[in-house]
């Protein structure tokens, strides 16, 4: 046992060596490479042989397994060498922040020890069937402070399934109870989510759906046969009228037409079959693929919000990578060599992604004002309250059934997914769990205010947009009434807005940017963190300062259309100027925090006050230039047939994307080693999976809702 808690005990002064190294300690770099040259696996896993002797504080089951396994391991029993050759050991590049030795759970996971009549303590004739299950025991290194911060390093151990968390968690205290510098926070097992009700009616309403979706395809299908079949049939009646004498032809014709309404498909025009048809896949999936646009569409639209979206799902590849719950460093495994990376300039793209969040802001704001103001004109102003009563009603029914959807897959069969995959799965279940309690708040559209529960996090932004659209009518009709000061009531909201974030970011000293700590951790300790989200990134009042922005830009295609055609040359080469200015100075005026360089308290508010503004100026430029005429060959890019398909997926893709990132992190039987190559290849692995997803998800919901929507409301 004391050569156990010694080897241990070693392990520890390399962690602790290793992380001080990293945060410039006086701990040199070459104690802590010579304490790893001294540390063999094999001989961690010889002396926990040797220690499994007497664990009186753990339940009699679990003590028998353990007994057996290691008598049978001495024994060289191959099943019993798997269990302990499963578990973590170090990795190279401890120094670079490799401290998580998860080991291999799969490995762990498929091995069943066999003993029959197995002598052990208190029973001598003990027979059993062991099946071994992974564990991860987190683990605080209480002496060690990184970035205000006591780092956490999370260990992968082998036990029997006999062996609750309670008593791996007991095993592992006594065997690090006289290391002060080890605190043993928790253990995590695989198998988390439960077959429970919520599963089954999940199932059943995936179930439900996918059985409209074969039922509509086939009532499709059939009702072409059978139109055919009629065409057939008209020809050949057809063509014996034409050969038979005038009398006879008009007795045939006649009968012909009433054999023509007898055998005339009615099933199309029922109710149900027509609601039945929107599911079918004939009719949504070319539909879905074609690159066809509407008359009057504004084609680089599809574009910036195809390449915004791509944006979002890049940040969040590394956001999530970085904060892996319980805490960072969870799924990298050179979490500390990553700042390499990190502090480069053209870094600043991937760490300032949320302003790709604006971008939707304006994309979103502009659509809504212009072809509201364009309505309007087209019934001088004279808006009956039916139209706002659909007005509202069309966009709760084209959002939220997608989004409830979305809810019900993560609480009844996302859950269980990674189920007997590996022990990082489990605390996932806090997603789950908060949207068990919170999804009537993302169902109304108000999680960004009520924060109890943050289900769906990410969705944060979906009830900002519905909350301005909700408050939108009053601005747009205030623009259509009084074309010369329409504008003010925006511009003021505006304003107040700015005013509100530097107020905020002010009074709590909050970091420039919502990303500054991957720049540079540092960071948290120059300003505070905690709460950024929750107080300044997610709250309407900090928001509609973009979407404002693209409300005015509506306001003024619409009041200006022929502003463009006047326009001198100089004056569009100023303004690509002045764009491309903005737009770098946006993206990358944090770039020095990278050295140390941090914006003092006043600058880092102001930063939050202007930065989210002048981005959605320039993507209003972009959007403006393009439309009339000089965009050139941006224009020509953003407006490219491809967009036209993927850009239908893109609310459906923003919905799921996180889950599909958050599953292939978690079920991962090994950590990221990151690299730019290693992080292209993640990204783009995690968009083409999310964007299959929600090919799925649109042709099961998303486009069968579209359809009935005109079914009953035009």
Partial sequence: MKTFQSIVFLSVCILTSAIAYSNRAATSDETAITLLAELKPQVLIGNLIDGLVDWSNVSSLCNKDLEVVAQLFKNQSTPAQKIYDAWGKPNPGVIQGAINWLGRSAECLHTRVVCDHCNVTNDEDYSTVINAEQRMIQITLTNVLVYDMHPQSFYGACFPKSCSNSDVLTIFGILLADIESLDVVEVYSEDSGKYDFVFGFAVFVFSALSLAVFVGTCLDYYIEYEKENSAVYNLLVNEEVSNGSAQNGDALNSTTEQDHQKRKPRLEKLMVSRMLLSFSLNRNVPKLLSMKSSEGSILCLNGIRVLSLGWVILGHTIYYLLQGYPNVMLYWNNYYYSYYYFDKFLFQICSNATLSVDSFFVLSAFLLTYLTLKKMETVAGRIRPKFWILFYVRRYVRLTPALALVILFTVGIWKVLGNNTVPRWQPMQDQVNDCAGGWWANLLYINNLYTNYECLGWTWYL?????????SPGLIVFMYKYPKLGYIPTVVLIVLSCIANFVVSWVNNFAPGSTSQLSNPEAGIVYKVDGLFDQLYVRPWNRFCSYGIGMLLGLLQFRMPSLGASARKWHIALGWLLYAAIATTTLFGLFGITNDNFPSKFMAALYNSLSRVSWSITVS??????????????????????????????????LIHILVIQFIYSTADTTFNYTSISLSVQFVANMVLAYAFSFVFVLILESPILGIEKILIG
């Fill in 463 to 471: 009830a900002n947009d519905f909350q301005f659209f909700a408050i």
């Fill in 621 to 654: 430029w972009v959007i403006w230039a393009c439309m009339n005429g000089y965009g050139s060959f941006i224009n020509s890019f953003l407006s490219l047939d491809i967009w036209i398909p993927i850009g239908r997926l893109t609310y459906m893709c923003y």
